[in-house]
């Protein structure tokens, strides 16, 4: 069964910093790239970052997060994690995780159930 646990999420300070993770399991070895979405109230779900699990670790974000946001990986871990710097209002969300599988394995996208990030002003 695939499953997406997400923790590390709460409340901070404007400026301050949280550190996202994400632990996969179930057919890990169908992944392509992993990444983490965000939700504020009355927008629409967008890519904050994603990486590749493939051996390049390819990696893209959002403008809005260059330079304050990290994503990295643990293959052996099956887990992604998202540093999330410099922290503003604006940042405030449920961030989701979400996987993909590769194409050869039908490019399923699982999501994970998200974690609330608050940022104070």
């Known amino acids: 069964q695939v499953q997406l646990v997400e923790s590390g999420g709460g409340l901070v300070e404007a400026g301050g910093s949280l550190r996202l993770s994400c632990k996969a399991s179930g057919n890990i070895f169908m992944i392509d790239s992993m990444g983490w979405y965000r939700q504020a109230p009355g927008k629409q779900r967008e890519l904050v970052a994603d990486?590749?699990?493939?051996?390049?670790?390819?990696?893209n974000y959002a403008e809005s997060v260059k330079g304050r946001f990290t994503i990295s990986r643990d293959n052996a871990k099956s887990e992604v994690y998202l540093q999330m710097d410099s922290l503003q209002p604006e940042d405030t969300a449920v961030y989701y995780c979400k996987r993909v599988n590769a194409p050869r394995w039908g490019r399923g996208e699982y999501w994970g159930q998200g974690t609330q990030v608050t940022v104070s002003s």
């Open positions: 990486i590749s699990l493939s051996r390049n670790g390819n990696t």
